[in-house]
């Protein structure tokens, strides 16, 4: 046996030609579909909160008078907010599914339909992805009617939004399954996505801290995809654009193998 063929085998990925479109589909169509009914709540909110979040550092830290790397405050702020709401909706699309689904004792309408891990693990990351998405382009929309963007380079902007969303709503698939009831997943949005979120450089830039945690600053995943995204809107960045695309990759790559195996065992989904 080749190991392209173990690969195959231990993660039972389909191979050309026998994909489940349809059912593949179906479970993207039905992710994408629980926040579109309820768009006030998953899309609307969002926007609102994260307007909320730039008047109050507009006005209460004299944002309108800071300016930084040769741009104002407020226009180095933008990037991060709206990557900060992004992700956090990816990661809420995913991990709420599966621990609902967990919890009213229906996730066996997903298991049983004849989807493999690999269709089970991308229609769930595409309803992540795509709430994430719309998501920054509505705030992003609204925003760029008070902050002068420059597009700096968009093509990276976005490439950091798609690997930032992906890597979050891949986090909610692993942190969803670990989790056994709402309490769990609570732990897990208040405990690692919060705060890596917000010591990211959402607020501020890596470079004003003290040496050592200006360094610590660089191990966390949050920081990479946010300062890209920023590189790309506004031209600033406090790492190296290049080492941030492969961390993104890396850490999708072990979410994504984790969540498979996840979906591979039937850890915490099957008894």
């Not at 693990?121 to 309803?127: K, N, S």
């Not at 405990?191 to 801290?209: K, Q, R, W």
């Not at 995204?229 to 994504?256: C, K, Q």
Request: aromatic share 14%.
């Amino acid at each position: 046996m080749s190991d392209t063929d173990a690969v195959q085998k231990f993660f039972q990925l389909p191979i050309i030609g026998e994909t489940n479109l349809i059912g593949l589909f179906t479970l993207a169509r039905k992710e994408t579909g629980r926040f579109l009914n309820v768009y006030l709540q998953t899309l609307v909110a969002p926007v609102i909160t994260t307007l909320l979040y730039y008047t109050v550092f507009a006005l209460a830290f004299g944002g309108l008078n800071k300016t930084i790397s040769g741009v104002s405050y407020m226009e180095f702020l933008a990037p991060g907010l709206i990557m900060m709401t992004m992700v956090q909706n990816a990661f809420a699309n995913t991990s709420s599914s599966i621990v609902i689904s967990k919890v009213q004792g229906n996730i066996v309408d997903v298991l049983m339909p004849p989807l493999s891990p690999g269709e089970l693990l991308t229609g769930y990351v595409a309803g992540g992805l795509i709430r994430g998405l719309m998501v920054g382009f509505v705030t992003g929309v609204v925003m760029a009617l008070v902050v002068p963007f420059h597009f700096h380079f968009l093509l990276c902007s976005f490439a950091f939004a798609f690997l930032g969303n992906m890597m979050l709503a891949l986090l909610g698939i692993v942190g969803g399954i670990w989790s056994d009831k709402f309490d769990h997943i609570a732990a897990v949005t208040n405990f690692i996505v919060m705060p890596l979120t917000f010591l990211s450089g959402t607020f501020y830039t890596a470079d004003s801290l003290p040496e050592f945690w200006r360094g610590l600053a660089h191990f966390n995943p949050f920081f990479y995809m946010i300062d890209g995204f920023r590189y790309g809107l506004t031209g600033i960045t406090d790492g190296h654009v290049g080492v941030g695309l492969a961390v993104m990759v890396f850490m999708n790559t072990a979410l994504g193998i984790l969540a498979l195996w996840m979906f591979r065992t039937g850890y915490k989904i099957k008894s």
